[in-house]
């Protein structure tokens, strides 16, 4: 297999998945720190219930993205052709004793947690589980071996994206802990996360220069 099949099959998603356009996703930085808002304000009472495990007030909603610490965790986001965000992964890092439900146990000092949330206008495109991927590569890049995620187990989409990434699932009381063990970092995986995010740059400076061209005539 060549270095661009490969990549495109990165790109695109998981070995056997239905042809699917490639998912880019990019880093979010501070400068996408609004348009994150935007996105999780946009999310119905249901969705905010799946994505938080409560239906979070608008307020809550501005203080937990005010509150992102983008050292610390690392913010993932997919923009659609006319640059709106419509989907955004957070991977928060944290100490293994703070983030241990069912006892997982690691030999590492950090753990991950990830949470998701896709537009509705865009869910069904592979976008959750492009993301999903994403997270769990940069963990094995960045020397962490368990990723965690909370979810509500009435959640069947979420509950399908864990189960295909082969996590470990624990449901109690109508929640489910899942996590997933995963294996140390290569040179496939270094190189796999530094080109998906220059394509995802790429993509994302072109997308944001044509929206400010078709703002300026707009005028
Ligand atoms: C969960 C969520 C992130 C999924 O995003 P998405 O981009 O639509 O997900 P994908 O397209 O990658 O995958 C959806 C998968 O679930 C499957 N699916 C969809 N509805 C399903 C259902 N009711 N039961 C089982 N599987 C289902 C799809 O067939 C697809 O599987 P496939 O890729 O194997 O074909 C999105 O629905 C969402 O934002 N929900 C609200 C917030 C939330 O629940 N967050 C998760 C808590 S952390």
């Known amino acids: 297999m060549t270095i661009f099949q490969k990549l495109g099959g990165w790109l695109g998603g998981r070995k056997g998945a239905r042809s699917r356009a490639p998912v880019m996703v990019k880093q979010l930085e501070e400068r ?9 304000m946009a999310l119905d009472d ?11 007030p608008d307020e809550q909603l501005t203080a937990y993205v005010n509150k992102i610490d983008l050292d610390r965790d690392t913010v993932y986001g997919v923009y659609n052709p006319v640059f709106k965000l419509v989907a ?7 100490p293994k004793e703070q983030l241990s439900p069912g006892g ?24 959750g589980s492009k993301l999903f991927e994403r997270a769990a590569i940069h963990c094995r890049n960045a020397d962490v071996d368990t ?11 979420m509950m399908h994206i864990a189960k295909k ?9 109508g929640e489910a802990d899942a996590h997933l063990r995963l294996l140390p970092a290569n040179p496939g ?3 796999q ?3 998906e995010e220059q394509f995802a740059t790429i993509d994302y400076t072109l997308k944001a220069n044509t929206r400010a061209a078709v703002k300026w005539f707009e005028k």
Request: include cysteine; glycine fraction near 8%; charge should be positive.
């Open 104 to 127: 997982a146990v690691t030999e590492k000092e950090r753990v991950a947690e990830f949470g998701v949330s896709v537009s509705k206008s865009a869910r069904g495109l592979g976008i």
């Open 189 to 191: 995986t270094m190189l």
């Open 32 to 40: 996408d720190r609004r348009r994150m808002l935007k996105h999780f």
């Open 193 to 195: 996360e530094a080109l």
């Open 165 to 173: 990434a082969g996590m470990e699932i624990q449901r109690e009381y």
């Open 147 to 157: 990723l965690y995620m909370h979810c509500l187990s009435s959640n069947k989409t």
């Open 46 to 56: 249901s969705d905010r219930l799946l994505r938080f495990g409560t239906v979070l």
């Open 88 to 94: 955004v992964g957070h991977l928060a890092f944290a």
